[in-house]
């Protein structure tokens, strides 16, 4: 009965009958409570709409169309995308949609952009888990606000991100572990099993490999998010300014040196450019503010990314250093091998 009221309580959300929604949420959650005092009852079957209390709820506005992807990342999104439109001819063949996603890869590269755009192909509400509400420090209340979160996310056709899932999905057999985070990736992979497939839950994470094994086994899709290639940096920044003007050749090529390592670095160059032609009120061109942002960022600190911080004006430092008067030797050793950090950085990007 529970898991057919919450399908009920589902469709009527999809159709926008919050009011009808809520109703069949409260008899639910009343029918579930043991029949003792209103004390007990207020104790020991919180509502499921308090399971609200865990995420953090918005309307996607990020589309497919607005990312740069992976050919074979964006045909795989794809197919999930058409196999949940057309979820009614799959299952009347007794076949179930795909709605288990691990996206993997380092940070910056559109974990979260794409969770958020198949939110938006699927014209449903997107949902980012708190973990600084869903994490206790008391004995099981984790397991109590995770059951309390897949609760109310059963009860409404969405997509939900557990960004950071290494946090909550660890692996059970590090000798360094309490038995309370095993007791929690335990409770975790359960609820997971139990969704229903019009919630598609998308676990995004930078550590892979401290994933619990069992987990891998829960994902139906595991996308690789790797770095972007250079060309793929610069459509991207090449659609975010398409309003702004078309880039000449020669801008082309100032962004191309700065070697942006990741999707997050090449918005913030590109916020940096809006801003700078904002500010000049059409006293600057497109790719003027380009030329001129570029040569200011080659002098800025940023870290790649493998984790290894570097300082671009490296190269001028130790030059300078080592063509003046020899004071200071440890900071002319300091300068040579941050250099050298500084050039294998380089050299490792796209």
């Known amino acids: 009965m529970k898991s057919t009221v919450e399908a009920m309580i589902a469709e009527e959300r999809s159709k926008r009958h919050d009011v009808y929604a809520d109703r069949l949420s409260k008899a639910l959650s009343a029918s579930l409570a043991a029949p003792a005092s209103a004390a007990s009852f207020a104790s020991s079957s919180p509502s499921i709409a308090s399971g609200r209390d865990f995420i953090l709820e918005s309307q996607p506005r990020r589309t497919l169309n607005d990312l ?10 794809e197919e999930l995308v058409t196999e949940h439109h057309r979820g009614d001819l799959l299952r009347s ?26 939110a938006e192909a699927l014209s449903v509400p ?13 004995l099981g209340e984790t397991n109590q606000r995770l059951k309390r979160l897949f609760d109310y996310v059963r009860t409404t056709p969405c997509v939900i991100l557990f960004d950071e899932f290494d946090a909550l999905g660890k692996e059970r057999g590090d000798v360094h572990e309490t038995g309370e985070i095993k007791r929690v990736v335990s409770s975790l992979l359960l609820q997971i099993d139990a969704l229903p497939t019009y919630v598609v839950l998308i676990a995004a994470t930078n550590h892979e490999e401290l994933l619990d094994r069992a987990a891998w086994r829960r ?24 309003t702004e003007g078309v880039l000449s050749r020669d801008a082309v ?25 904002i500010l000049a009120d059409a006293g600057i061109s497109l790719n003027d503010a380009i030329r001129e942002r570029s040569r200011v960022w080659a002098s800025r600190m940023r870290v790649p990314g493998d984790g290894e911080r570097s300082v671009e004006a490296t190269t001028d430092v130790r030059s300078a250093t080592d063509g003046g008067k020899k004071k200071g030797s440890a900071s002319v050793r300091s300068s040579s091998s941050t250099g050298s950090a500084s050039k294998s950085g380089r050299s490792s990007r796209p």
Do not use: C, W
């Open 68 to 77: 740069v992807l992976d050919a074979s990342v964006r045909q795989q999104v």
């Open 93 to 118: 063949y007794g076949v179930q949609p795909r709605h288990r996603i691990l996206l993997a890869g380092p940070p910056g590269n559109g974990k979260t952009s794409l969770a958020e755009a198949i």
């Open 126 to 138: 997107f949902f980012v888990v708190r973990y600084d509400a869903l994490i206790g420090s008391y």
């Open 219 to 242: 994902f139906e899709m595991r996308l690789s998010m790797a770095k972007p290639s250079q060309p793929m940096v610069l459509d991207y920044v090449k659609n975010a300014l398409a």
């Open 253 to 277: 090529a100032a962004v191309a040196k700065l070697a942006l390592s990741s999707f997050a670095e090449a918005g913030d160059f590109v916020r940096e450019i809006r801003r700078r032609l």
